[in-house]
């Protein structure tokens, strides 16, 4: 079994910046793609960005320029700095991960969610 566990979600004024981290841990083997994506009340969830292992990343446009997301590879983490918050980015932010298992299956996990509000 694999899991992703993320952490740095928070309140934070609108301007300010936060955080995010996502350890994936169990048995892996290798990892693609890392990324989050986030749900609003009332809305879909939608992705806010990804990267791969080999560097390539996607934004979403809403969040370019604002967010970046990078990944320590060697520890299976993906962050999500996030600075100038505006409050339309308050969303449960959940990590995402293509991966291969220890036993060869390819898998796509999610975490269970880490809640970001911004204030105005």
């Known amino acids: 079994q694999v899991q992703l566990v993320e952490s740095g979600g928070g309140l934070v004024q609108a301007g300010g910046s936060l955080r995010l981290s996502c350890a994936a841990s169990g048995n892996i083997f290798s990892i693609n793609a890392m990324g989050w994506y986030r749900q609003a009340p009332g809305k879909q969830r939608e992705l806010v960005a990804a990267?791969?292992?080999?560097?390539?990343?996607n934004y979403a446009d809403s969040v370019k320029g604002r967010f970046t997301i990078s990944r320590d590879n060697a520890k299976n983490t993906v962050y999500l700095q996030m600075n100038s918050l505006k409050p339309e980015d308050t969303a449960v932010y959940y990590c995402?991960?293509?991966?291969?298992?220890?036993?060869?299956?390819?898998?796509?996990?999610w975490g269970q969610g880490t809640l970001v509000t911004v204030s105005s």
């Open positions: 995402n991960a293509g991966l291969v298992s220890g036993f060869g299956r390819y898998l796509e996990v």
């Open positions: 990267k791969t292992s080999g560097g390539s990343t």
